[in-house]
């Protein structure tokens, strides 16, 4: 093969820039097996997220998220990113995409990015509400995006509980047995109990969260909330760093990612709030 030859086979490889693209993934979970990409067979989000894209593409697509859901988890702002040759504008992303997604799942933004950029580990903090719907009669609407207690919650008794998480601690109580991260100490910035009509809303936002532990604090935080534990056990169970006497872990299904915090610099798209059905909720963020 002559020289001229082996410049003309590479030139189509030379012409495939490729570029990086950030976006905003919301999905109601009750459907699948988490975010994570699952064996054959089993549903996951991150599958069909990436289907999706692949269609929009027209080459495999695999995606990065800021932090893995469980199943039955929520979200209403996963933060993504992929990789691409493909040359499509914001706009075919997103209504490509959305054509070729299930109903429960839905780019709301995306836009390109420096290749510097990493969903993941580019992330300075998450935040997360638990959603308690708090009444003795059963709802039938929301059923699996909602946690129902209808013992009465007293939310006072619960934020002054709250207080006591707040900053940095060992929180090896409110992670699960399971849990693979390296280290149990994390740090909450916020942790606000917001009431709206007969919804209860744990708001937290943290640098980052351990296994569980969003629902294991919604556990805690309801037991005193309806008067079966005293409003100082919240800081007890964190101070004797022992699951066992951590309490019950609340259901996954009132429980949204709900934002995801990066530096400045990446200039990412803003959105309000979520849930949807919660979105005139004020941002208590610190």
């Known amino acids: 093969m002559t020289e001229f030859d082996l410049a003309t086979a590479a030139a189509p490889e030379a012409a495939a820039v490729v570029s990086r693209v950030a976006a905003c993934v919301e999905y109601k979970g009750t459907a699948y097996r988490g975010w994570q990409r699952q064996q054959s067979g089993v549903p996951s989000v991150q599958e069909a997220v990436e289907k999706a894209l692949g269609c929009v593409a027209n080459h495999p697509v695999q995606v990065f998220c800021a932090g893995r859901t469980d199943a039955g988890v929520h979200a209403s702002c996963q933060v993504i990113h992929f990789d691409s040759d493909a040359h499509r504008s914001p706009r075919n992303w997103i209504h490509g995409a959305n054509a070729n997604l299930p109903a429960d799942i839905s780019l709301s933004w995306v836009t390109p990015i420096g290749l510097d950029f990493h969903a993941r580990f580019s992330a300075v903090a998450r ?160």
């Open 127 to 286: 935040r997360y509400r638990y959603v308690i719907y708090n009444d003795p009669i059963r709802p039938a609407h929301l059923a699996h995006e909602v946690t129902w207690n209808y013992r009465p919650l007293d939310i006072q008794r619960m934020r002054v509980a709250a207080r006591a998480l707040v900053g940095t601690h060992d929180f090896t109580s409110y992670r699960a047995v399971g849990c693979q991260a390296k280290s149990p100490i994390k740090t909450i910035h916020h942790l606000e109990l917001l009431e709206f009509g007969r919804f209860i809303v744990l708001d937290i936002r943290a640098n980052a969260f351990l296994h569980h532990m969003v629902r294991n604090i919604a556990g805690v935080l309801m037991q005193i909330g309806c008067g079966e534990q005293p409003v100082e056990w919240a800081q007890q169970v964190l101070e004797v760093r022992d699951r066992a006497q951590g309490g019950l872990t609340a259901p996954a299904y009132g429980l949204y990612l709900v934002d995801v915090t990066y530096p400045e610099t990446f200039a990412l798209p803003e959105r309000y709030l979520g849930p949807h059905f919660l979105s005139a909720l004020p941002d208590v963020a610190n």
